[in-house]
Every structure is written in structure tokens, then in C-alpha cells.
């Protein structure tokens, strides 16, 4: 990643759900650069929701600082595992409703939903509704709503929980294509392939904290 802008830095952040609690996440000290992917992994509860809720700004840090560079200022992506998709609207409608909601003309979501839409494998279904998706459909369609904005930065939690091998192997190529385009990606998943297939390098919390790593797991 030698020369790639740096996007996103945290320094000492730390975040507590509880005044007197340890801390759920943190101290820790992470920067996320343009055509990085970095894999985020460990045990439930470890703090990779949450910090991916930080680098979102969904979720304020309760010390340190996290800065993020001005060119990637509403231009982060965040894809929660939990889908936001709206069931009774057919596909096309729901990236038509997410491109509106991003503040995008007209033209440039007819243009981006429909690009989505054939390189996630969806364009035969953009015309019907969702609640006829599979699972698998639904979140290759969830991660294209995010998409809608062309991001600098994309934050995964878990994109392809659920979803068969098909679905599997159209999101990491999707994936695969944002981190060529320059996008600077954190991605949540307890399937080590899809972290060693896409990953610049790995992150292992627990316990909220950094675990070293011995060498590094991915490939150059």
C-alpha cells in the first residue's frame, strides 16, 4: 500500500457502553488507506461492530480521535449485517430510493442502479420485489444499495452471512473491484477463505483489544 492516501486514521480510540465498564473496543491505533482491504476478525463480542460503527460515524469514540480524510467525507459505504432493505419495493426501486436518499440526480441513479444491478447478477429481478429474493439476492442487493454513493471508503460487517456460493463469489468480486478502483475496505467475516482471498492484512480483536499478528496471513 506504499503511496496509497491514507482515509481513515484511529489514534487511541476507545469506546465503553458503560461509564465505569472496560472498554468494548479499544485502546487501539488502525489507519485504513486507499486500495486496502482490511479483514476484521474474532470472537463475538470481540468490538468489530463496533468498530465499524466508528469508522461509519454511526458511533462516537469516548477517547481518542478518528479522522477522516476530506476527499472521503460522504463517501463512506456502510453494509450492517442486519439488511436494510425495503421488501414490498422491487429491487430497481429499492437503489432508486437508497441513490434519492444519497442526494444523487436522477441520471446517475439510472445509470449507477441498473450498473449495480447486472454486475451483482440482479438485473433479471430488478422488477420484482425483494420479499421474492432469495437470501442469497438479498444481500448481494443490499450491498448494491450501499454502493448507490461510489464510495472511498466500503465497511463490511459480515456481506455475505447466509448467502449461497453464487452470492459468495459475486460480492467478493465485487469487493475485489472497489479495492483495484482505489476503495479503501474493512470487512467483518468468520470465513477465513473470503478473508485471505480479499485481504490486504488482518486484524484480530478480543476482548476489544489488537492481537498481534505472527506474519502476515495474506497474500502479497
Not at 97 to 118: D, K, M, N, V
Not at 161 to 169: C, F, H, K, M, P
Not at 184 to 196: F, K, V
Request: aromatic share 4%; charged share 20%.
Amino acid at each position: 500500500m506504499d503511496g496509497n492516501a491514507v482515509l481513515c486514521t484511529l489514534r487511541q480510540v476507545e469506546k465503553r457502553y458503560s461509564r465505569h465498564a472496560a472498554p468494548v473496543l479499544g485502546p487501539i491505533f488502525l489507519t485504513l488507506s486507499q486500495g486496502e482491504v482490511l479483514g476484521v476478525r474474532g470472537s463475538n463480542g470481540a468490538g468489530k461492530s463496533t468498530l465499524l460503527s466508528i469508522l461509519a460515524g454511526v458511533l462516537r469514540p469516548d477517547a481518542g480521535e478518528y479522522h477522516l480524510a476530506p476527499e472521503a467525507v460522504g463517501k463512506v459505504a456502510y453494509v450492517p449485517q442486519e439488511l436494510s432493505l425495503y421488501h414490498t419495493l422491487t429491487g430497481l426501486d429499492n437503489l432508486r430510493f437508497w441513490g434519492r436518499a444519497c442526494g444523487l440526480p436522477r441520471q446517475a441513479i439510472s445509470i449507477r442502479s441498473r450498473w449495480l444491478l447486472e454486475q451483482l447478477d440482479l438485473s433479471d429481478k430488478g422488477k420484482q420485489p425483494v420479499s421474492a429474493y432469495s437470501g442469497g439476492m438479498q444481500r448481494r442487493l443490499h450491498l448494491a444499495s450501499a454502493l448507490m454513493i461510489t464510495p472511498k471508503v466500503l465497511l463490511l460487517d459480515e456481506p455475505t452471512v447466509g448467502a449461497d456460493a453464487r452470492s459468495v463469489e459475486l460480492i467478493l468480486s465485487m469487493v475485489e473491484h472497489l479495492r483495484d478502483m482505489g476503495c479503501a475496505i474493512a470487512i467483518i467475516s468468520h470465513q477465513p477463505g473470503e478473508l485471505e482471498r480479499v485481504c490486504s492484512r488482518i486484524l484480530t480483536l478480543e476482548a476489544g483489544r489488537p492481537v498481534p499478528e505472527e506474519g502476515n496471513p495474506c497474500p502479497d
